[in-house]
Structures are given as structure tokens and as C-alpha cells.
């Protein structure tokens, strides 16, 4: 890939390769933008098939944190950071106090935390290296697992979306299809559920959908068969890219929304699901529970303001699709345009006031 024409293109500000032969790290640290402050953004550990794979996850990820932190009111950028390994058998405290140690040599302008094949197991150990880390344990001063708060505003970004729909925000008696039974994936499903949700699931994991049978009562579905459920909403709680050419025509719901990150594997097909009839509520605002979470620690937890927070989402899921009726777009469209919006206010508010020493 041409590395700096993607760089410009998208306008990120800066791309750091790590390496470290002793611990086998090898690690993308992608800076987006930091207009509204340090990027925040966590740090995904995966089996990439190539490097190239891994580069260009770093950059979707961390602009898309630039757009999610700027639509969650936060005062950070947006950054993203990948660990090339399997989070399964490679984890090492080694590892990551040298991936921590190339996080603070950026002096603050990246702030990292945990994500997909992560934990605050890790964060601890980075924090070891550097202060520039949050969701680490409660014994180390954090929040904690912030997948919690991540289903609450995921659960309360459907509220909203059905409230659009159909009138009526309440899930009681409404089918949601659960793609993906992670952290999130499952503590949505609990509160779902505690709602009087029905409940479809589907996991690679047979242990984790067992369980989501178990208690919650949930019909369980093959991995590709969940596209073709008939459901009031469907909600990617998984990888990204699951919108797409092949799985659209196969949706059968009115509502998309869910925890995963890049859900449209390209922009247009989110004016694909408005023309078919199914809102789509844009992942960068559904998901930011988490990463309201983990900033918080930066400021001291308190997990009653954190869950304050976190329980507005409902009203910026309405701005999003208030604007969209209004200006005829789609949902996506509309979430980009709130927050590019806020990014280029601040922007030209540091433009007009700069420090001189």
C-alpha cells in the first residue's frame, strides 16, 4: 500500500511502526487527529494474515475513533493500535511493557487502552512503562471492564432507533439478532433480555452461544445463517465489514445496530440499507460507551457520572437521525457531518488562538 497517499488522503497525522525483537512485539500505532486532544483509542491484538491487513486496520480504527470521541463529547482525538499475534498463546508481560514503552515515547499524544483481544491484565502492564493507558484493573486505579458500559449505550441506541421506527422505544415483545457474544455482545444480550427482548444468537464460540441459550433463552442460529433471520434489528457485535454486498439482500429487519467497529465495509452501504428501508444507527456513535468508560479514568472514575454519560447516547442517536430527516441523508451521513462539525469549530478556535513563547 502507498502508506503516505493514504496518510493524505484521509489526513492522518502520523503512523509509528514498533518492534521489539527480544518480546517479538510488532505493533502499528496510527494518530489520526488530535484537534480536540491526545488521540484515545485502544490497543487490538489479532492474527492478521499480512502486515499490510494490519496497517489498514490501524488507520480505519483510529479514524474512526476521531469521529467517535468528537460524537461522544470527549476532548480526545482519535488513535488506534494493532499488536501483530494471537491473543490467545502470545501474551507476554514483556510484550507489552514494549509495546508501553514505545506509547510514551509519543509523550501523550496517544492514549491507550484495551480492545479486541485485550484486557486490563495488559493495560496493567503498560501501565508499568507509561501513564498514557486507561482501562486498567480496579486494583490499579481504573474502571474496570468497560464492556458494560459499552452494551448500555448500545442498548440504548436501539431504544432510540426503535423509538424512530416504530414509535415506541420499549424492546419488549421485539426480536433482535445477535451477531457476536464477546464482552459486549453478551452484556447486551443480558439487558436485552431484561427488557423482554427475543433474543438470536450466533458466536464461533459454541460455549458462549450455549450460555446465551441458557440464560437468556435465546434461539440459536449458525454463524451464517443470522443474516437471514426475521428480525426487528439486527446488531453486529463482532468484526467489522459484516454490511456488504453479499449479506444486505439477506437482512430482514428494519433496525441495524451494534457494538462492532467498520460495520459498512464501504460507505455506500449505508445509503444501500436507507434505500432498502432499514436504519442504520452509525457504530461510532452506538458504540461509544467504552471509550466514555475508559476516558473517564483520565479525569478520576466515578461510574456515576460514566453511566450519566453513557445514558445519553439515546439523545445524540436522535440528533443523528433529526438531522438526517432534515437534510434528506442517510444516518451515516448525518453522524459524520455532527462530527466533522465539532472538529472544525475547535480547530479554527486553536487556529485563531495560538500561544506564543
Not at 324 to 347: C, F, M, T, W
Request: hydrophobic share 40%.
Amino acid at each position: 500500500m502507498e502508506i503516505f497517499r493514504t496518510m493524505t488522503s484521509l489526513d492522518y497525522e502520523q503512523v509509528m511502526f514498533c518492534q521489539d525483537a527480544s518480546s517479538g512485539l510488532k505493533a502499528v500505532i496510527a494518530i489520526h487527529d488530535t484537534t480536540l486532544g491526545p488521540a484515545l483509542g485502544g490497543c487490538r491484538m489479532w492474527a492478521y494474515a499480512s502486515e499490510a491487513e494490519a496497517v489498514v486496520d490501524a488507520l480505519r480504527l483510529a479514524r474512526g475513533m476521531t469521529y467517535k470521541t468528537a460524537m461522544a463529547g470527549l476532548n480526545f482525538g482519535g488513535g488506534k493500535a494493532v499488536i501483530l499475534g494471537d491473543s490467545r498463546t502470545e501474551k507476554t508481560e514483556a510484550l507489552f511493557r514494549a509495546f508501553g514503552r514505545y506509547v510514551q515515547s509519543l509523550g501523550g499524544r496517544y492514549i491507550t487502552a484495551e480492545d479486541v483481544g485485550t484486557t486490563t491484565q495488559e493495560m496493567d502492564w503498560i501501565r508499568l512503562e507509561t501513564p498514557y493507558v486507561t482501562g486498567v484493573s480496579v486494583a490499579a486505579g481504573g474502571g474496570g471492564d468497560p464492556s458494560p458500559m459499552t452494551a448500555l449505550g448500545v442498548f440504548r441506541s436501539i431504544q432510540a432507533a426503535l423509538s424512530e421506527v416504530y414509535g415506541e422505544g420499549d424492546p419488549a415483545g421485539r426480536t433482535v439478532a445477535v451477531q457476536g457474544l464477546g464482552s459486549v455482545g453478551y452484556h447486551l444480550c443480558k439487558l436485552l433480555h431484561q427488557a423482554g427482548a427475543k433474543l438470536v444468537v450466533t458466536d464461533l464460540r459454541k460455549e458462549a452461544v450455549h450460555r446465551a441459550v441458557r440464560e437468556f433463552g435465546a434461539e440459536a442460529v449458525d454463524l451464517e445463517d443470522i443474516y437471514d433471520v426475521p428480525a426487528d434489528v439486527f446488531a453486529p457485535c463482532a468484526l467489522g465489514g459484516v454490511i456488504n454486498d453479499g449479506t444486505i439482500p439477506r437482512l430482514q429487519c428494519r433496525i441495524v445496530a451494534g457494538s462492532a467497529n467498520n460495520q459498512l465495509a464501504e460507505d455506500r452501504h449505508g445509503a444501500e440499507l436507507e434505500a432498502r428501508g432499514i436504519l442504520y444507527v452509525p457504530d461510532y456513535v452506538a458504540n461509544a460507551g467504552g471509550v466514555i468508560h475508559v476516558a473517564d479514568e483520565i479525569e478520576g472514575y466515578r461510574p456515576e457520572r460514566v453511566r450519566a454519560r453513557v445514558e445519553g447516547i439515546y439523545d445524540r442517536v436522535r440528533d443523528v437521525f433529526a438531522l438526517a430527516r432534515k437534510k434528506g441523508i442517510p444516518a451515516h451521513q448525518a453522524a459524520d457531518r455532527l462530527a466533522e462539525e465539532r472538529i472544525a469549530v475547535l480547530r479554527q478556535v486553536r487556529s485563531t488562538f495560538v500561544v506564543h513563547s
